[in-house]
């Protein structure tokens, strides 16, 4: 390297050294700050927000009645019913808010959730989940499919929070894995020939994103587009290069979340989508959560390359597996986006993604990965989320991890110095903690999913914020962040959160 080279690189890490120093000052202030000096400095913060807040309030709204799920195929479960809530305080901001992005075409449609204090206190559902005019699942155009409080929701990466992590730390608590041990100890895959660099990559590293591992798996090649194969994709997430200095630096990589998937596997002798419903689903009573992978499904339906494809004239099922899912559930998923991974050699390109994974690495994969795979209801995510805030707090919880382990996993967990706050598969402080708003301090956390989903926490109040939304269904739909941290921040305010 030339000494000029060398002065711009320790130029480089002294800002970063800087940058680490703010935020993890910032940290310890949050968590350490009295009641009374936070609801000050928010209520500074609050000024700036309520300068934005000069806009015409919301039309009213119809109560929305109870609504239950009636499914197309025998073997459905039971139709779920969604009892109403009223509003505890004034969120009509909030309803502007979601309100006016759909106008605006910046999403057809979502479903938001705002608990506090142990209960729900807002969930209403906005727009539409399928546009006018666009397929139905008989593949024939039809009108537009409103938004309900129970639409399934693809949740793309919020699958490495809620599934892959919990499952990675009960294993964790059960002595059979070690943060801190190089992942090779568990997977010799992952370093054949004993490279330096790759032996020094752990579990923490890993589940906090500083491994130096790439983001995603190259999709160049015909692997897993004419018909699915799991295997290849984890051949390929333990070759993976290892492109920076392990531990130095928060590289968002979906590959790391592929390799916990591998591990939660090969540890348990399940499979990943089997062990998380059992494990982490169950106990938390979210009977509206599952991995969608095409090979399971069950009812009229055929699979074309790697999706699945609703065939409502197709044969009856009448007697299914217990590890099936029903293509009944179909009715209530949200379409995202046109499959347009690799034309000319995928027989499903250009049909919309309707019940199978987004993302294209776990489509490839069959649809169960560590990084992506999991739909869900926003009334169970609010359970995860309720759980979890319970069990942080010491609280009587069904969450399946013990009160040290949350506080472990939801605390600032990255390795050595950086700019960027991480716990165990759960954001803190970094370029992507967005939804966390302007009033909800560091110290909270949350994710973000591609597909337009978010959940962020916070301990200090009691209060999560939950938005469920496809952007993707249209093309040009901006990340849900930005909206996200506009619906918290709004939240807080309406729940007159930390003096706003």
């Known amino acids: 390297m030339s000494p000029g080279g060398a002065a711009r690189n320790a130029t480089v890490e002294q800002r970063a050294a800087g940058r680490h120093a703010s935020r993890a000052a910032r940290y310890r202030r949050s968590v350490r700050l009295s009641r009374s000096r936070l609801l000050v400095l928010c209520a500074i913060g609050a000024v700036a927000v309520a300068t934005s807040c000069g806009r015409p309030a919301p039309a009213p709204r119809e109560p929305v009645p109870p609504t239950s799920t009636a499914t197309a195929s025998p073997t459905a479960p039971p139709p779920q019913v969604t009892q109403p809530v009223t509003p505890t305080g004034d969120f009509s901001a909030v309803t502007w808010l979601v309100d006016a992005a759909v106008a605006a075409r910046r999403l057809p449609g979502a479903v938001v959730q705002i608990g506090h204090a142990g209960k729900i206190v807002f969930r209403e559902a906005f727009g539409v989940r399928k546009l006018d005019g666009e397929p139905g699942l008989d593949g024939s155009p039809s009108p537009a499919e409103p938004m309900t409080e129970d639409t399934l929701f693809d949740l793309a990466s919020l699958t490495k929070s809620i599934a892959t992590t919990t499952a990675v730390l009960q294993l964790y608590e059960q002595g059979k894995i070690r943060l801190d041990e190089p992942v090779q100890t568990y997977l010799p895959d992952f370093n054949p020939t004993a490279d330096p660099r790759r032996a020094r990559v752990t579990l923490r590293m890993l589940l906090t994103h500083t ?59 399940q499979s990943l989508d089997g062990y998380v419903r059992k494990h982490v689903f169950a106990p938390l009573h979210m009977s509206d959560t599952y991995y969608l992978p095409a090979a399971n ?13 609703s065939d409502p004239d197709g044969p009856r099922a009448t007697d299914c597996p217990a590890d099936s899912w029903s293509t009944g559930l179909l009715t209530r998923v949200a379409p995202t986006a046109l499959d347009e991974d690799t034309p000319g050699i995928n027989p499903h390109f250009g049909l919309p993604l309707r019940g199978t994974v987004h993302d294209p690495t776990a489509r490839r994969m069959g649809g169960v990965a560590g990084s992506a795979g999991v739909f869900t209801t926003v009334h169970d995510l609010g359970l995860f989320a309720q759980a979890l805030l319970d069990r942080r707090a010491n609280r009587p919880s069904t969450f399946p991890l013990q009160q040290a382990t949350v506080e472990l996993m939801t605390t600032p967990q990255q390795p050595g110095a950086g700019p960027d706050l991480r716990g165990l598969g759960w954001d803190i402080d970094t370029p992507h903690s967005r939804p966390r708003g302007t009033v909800f301090p560091v110290g909270s956390f949350g994710h973000t999913g591609f597909t337009g989903v978010s959940m962020w926490m916070d301990p200090g109040s009691d209060t999560y914020v939950i938005v469920l939304a496809n952007v993707i269904h249209q093309r040009g739909g901006p990340p849900i962040a930005t909206l996200s941290g506009e619906v918290a921040t709004e939240a807080a305010r309406a729940l007159h959160l930390y003096g706003t």
């Open 211 to 269: 491994s130096g591992i790439a983001g995603d798996l190259s999709l160049d090649g015909p692997w897993g587009l004419t018909a699915a194969d799991k295997a290849e994709g984890v051949k390929r997430a333990l070759a993976a290069w290892v492109v920076f200095e392990p531990g130095a630096m928060f590289h968002y990589s979906d590959i790391g979340f592929i390799i916990l998937g591998t591990l939660v596997e090969k540890i348990t002798g």
């Open 297 to 309: 499904a069950c009812g009229p339906h055929e699979i074309r390359g790697n999706a699945l494809v």
